[in-house]
Structures are given as structure tokens and as C-alpha cells.
């Protein structure tokens, strides 16, 4: 499956993003895009690949439910893909084995891009791979652990900072370790969401992996900017992230720009507001309690509605939203035949936060190898870092 997709267009991935990625938004995904694309006469084409939220390998191993429920697949999502993170090579691995022993995924992808403080203080995300000789033990275990059966691939930042700079190490090493490709989100981890993100990067990192596929992320906002990165960098496809926040359509767009067909226009406020309600519907069943379910929608609220006019009250009370009865009254305040302008759809949105010092274990950045302090440090955060 994986060698089609790396054959034919470039390839789609949907970033994992921590407390949006569940089954419910990956669903709304790939309905939106379906909708968009046959709405303007063409046919859909699978393939695109719609990644979990990040699972904690040792929460994995011990079997919480809460993080079971995080590698917890939609019967129908063509591809089962999970990302794990983990700081001990041999509890990925171990991690990795269970996932393809149990045949709970089909594609495993590891996390070391992560900025977060609770992440980075303790050596794990966009911190690991500074210690080259820890980031390739991990990187060979779950290569190991998926016993050939299924594919491993990697998403990483540039490095931790402008002056610690890991990407060509660490893909390298991961190339070497036989993962199927390695994404790049072109910023370090002190610019976080900041800036604008670096494709050169990713074109170097492509000159110097020619082997491996290298999949670019950062500031693709519309269908265009995808093209733009495949041609500007030599990328074998792209990860999108924070672009498809309220526009989960952008997927089908995407996959119309690689097909060579006409891209399907910003879709009406009525097609938006359908597919707000839809979501809302899907957290609902998805956590078994209609005000939970409302409540995980709230952060949607404002990404949907950019660009839409709606009123501030109805914004307000979208954000304070307990019950779909309430969610259905207020969006029929809404004009649907509102269009949503190219200009609105290709702004930023989500977390835009700027450069920042990386919360760092003590001593971190004095050697690129493990010392036994830092072994202990790393070993802890497998047990500090929640599931989601």
C-alpha cells in the first residue's frame, strides 16, 4: 500500500496533533474532502494518510484505556496510523511489536518534533535527537519491533535552535535504520509555531537522504502551498498540520492539485456549518456523553468560523456550547450562502506562538552523547508524559 502511495502522487499525512487528531476530526477529514471533491464534479481518490494523536509507548505497554483509545481505529479508515513517543529504545520497540503483533495499525510513525515543555525537559520531541547515539537506538528498535510488517517513518523538527541544528544527523541515522520516510516540519523547536517555516531545509535534507523519502511540513495553509513545497523542496509529500484546523475539506483540495484537476473552490458558509455540526455529532458519539462531546468542540469553534460572519453573541455562546439542540438553534442564526474568501483561507491559524527558549534537562546540550544522569532523566519521562 505504502509503496503505491510513494509511486504515484505525492503523498498526503495529516500531522498528529494532541487532543485534535481523534477518530471524530479524522472522520470529518475525510468526509469533507470526499464532499468537496464530488461536489465539484470529481471522484475521490483514498490514499491520504490521517494520523492519531500521540500515544505514549509506556502508557501503551501498561494498557490504559484512555491511551488504547488513542490506537483505536475507525472500521473503515484505510490506514490505521499510529504515532508513538518514547524515550527508552526498548519500550518503543516493545511498543511497536504490540501494535503489529495485535494488528492494532498498519503504519507506525515516531514522534520526535514535539516542542512542549512537559515534552523537551525531559529529553523527549524535537530535544532527542541532539543525542544522536539515544535517537538511533529508538529509531532501530521500532524498526525492529515492526518485524518488516509494517511501515515506520519519523517526523522531526530542524533542531532544538539556529545553534543546535539535528536534521541532517538525524536523517541520516534514520535512513540507515530502514524507515519508510522521514517527515521535516521546517522550523526548530525554539521558533515553535512562530516565523515562517524554512523549505530549504527540506530541500537539503532531500539532497542529502536521495534514498529515503522526505515528506515537508510547515505553513501549508491552501492547496497551492502544497504544489508550491513539492516544487520548491523535492519532496515526496507533504504533512499537514494547523492549515486544516476548521477547514477539514483541504485534503480533498490538495489531493486535486496532485491529480492535475481543477482545485475546488473555498466551499459556502452552509457547507462549513453542516460539517461544524457533523463534528460535533462525531465527538458526541465518540465519547458517549453529548456535553463532553460539546465541550472538546468549543476549540473548533473559532478556527470554523474565520472568515464567517456570525455575530458576537453567537460566537460567544459557540464558545460556552453544551448541547448539539443548542449548537443546531445558533448555527441557523448563520447566513449559509456566505463565502469564505481565498484571502481568509490561506491566513495562519491555530498556535502562532514566537520564538522561545527550550525548557532542556540540565546539562543537555553539552554532549551529543548520553551520559548515565541523563539516562535516568530520559527513563523518567516515560513516565511523566501523558498519553494524549
Not at 39 to 56: C, P, R
Not at 114 to 136: E, N, Q, Y
Not at 235 to 260: K, S
Amino acid at each position: 500500500m505504502f509503496a503505491d502511495l510513494l509511486a504515484t502522487n505525492p503523498v498526503i499525512e495529516l500531522a498528529p496533533m494532541a487532543g485534535i487528531t481523534n477518530r471524530a476530526f479524522r472522520r470529518v477529514c475525510r468526509e469533507a474532502s470526499t464532499a468537496i471533491r464530488t461536489s465539484h464534479g470529481q471522484t475521490d481518490t483514498q490514499g491520504t494518510i490521517y494520523v492519531a494523536e500521540m500515544t505514549t509507548s509506556q502508557a501503551l505497554l501498561l494498557r490504559h484505556p484512555e491511551t488504547i483509545d488513542l490506537v483505536t481505529f475507525d472500521e473503515d479508515e484505510e490506514i490505521r496510523s499510529a504515532q508513538l513517543y518514547g524515550v527508552d529504545p526498548k519500550i518503543v520497540g516493545d511498543a511497536v511489536r504490540m501494535l503489529v503483533d495485535e494488528d492494532m495499525a498498519d503504519h507506525v510513525d515516531l514522534n520526535f518534533g514535539c516542542p512542549v515543555p512537559k515534552v523537551t525537559r525531559k529529553g523527549g520531541g524535537s530535544a532527542l535527537p541532539w543525542k544522536r547515539d539515544l535517537f538511533s537506538s529508538i529509531v532501530n528498535a521500532a524498526v525492529a519491533g515492526a518485524q518488516g510488517k509494517v511501515p515506520v517513518t519519523i517526523k522531526m523538527r530542524i533542531g532544538i535552535d539556529d545553534d543546535h541544528i539535528t536534521y541532517l544527523d538525524a536523517g541520516k541515522i534514520a535512513a540507515e535504520a530502514g524507515v519508510t520516510w522521514v517527515a521535516l516540519h521546517g522550523r526548530t523547536a525554539a521558533q515553535y509555531y512562530g516565523g515562517q517555516a524554512n523549505w530549504d531545509a527540506i530541500a537539503r535534507l532531500v539532497e542529502h537522504i536521495p534514498d529515503t523519502p522526505v515528506l515537508g511540513n510547515g505553513d501549508i495553509w491552501i492547496a497551492n502551498d502544497a504544489k508550491q513545497m513539492i516544487a520548491h523542496t523535492g519532496a515526496r509529500g507533504v504533512v499537514i498540520g494547523r492549515g486544516c484546523l476548521g477547514r477539514p475539506w483541504l485534503f480533498g483540495q490538495i489531493r486535486a492539485a496532485f491529480a492535475g484537476e481543477q482545485i475546488p473552490s473555498e466551499p459556502n458558509a452552509g457547507f462549513i456549518v453542516d460539517f461544524m455540526r457533523r463534528h460535533a455529532q462525531l465527538l458526541a458519539e465518540m465519547n458517549g456523553d453529548e456535553f463532553r462531546g460539546c465541550q472538546e468542540m468549543r476549540k473548533h469553534m473559532a478556527w470554523y468560523l474565520k472568515g464567517i460572519v456570525a455575530g458576537s453573541e453567537t460566537r460567544g455562546a459557540l464558545s460556552l456550547l453544551s448541547s448539539l439542540s443548542q449548537l443546531d438553534e445558533l448555527l441557523s442564526t448563520i447566513d449559509r450562502d456566505q463565502l469564505l474568501s481565498d484571502e481568509i483561507a490561506k491566513s495562519p491559524r491555530g498556535r502562532t506562538t514566537p520564538d522561545r527558549r527550550v525548557t532542556l534537562p540540565q546539562g543537555w546540550l553539552l554532549s551529543q552523547s548520553m551520559s548515565v544522569e541523563e539516562q535516568e532523566t530520559v527513563r523518567e519521562a516515560e513516565l511523566s508524559v501523558s498519553g494524549g
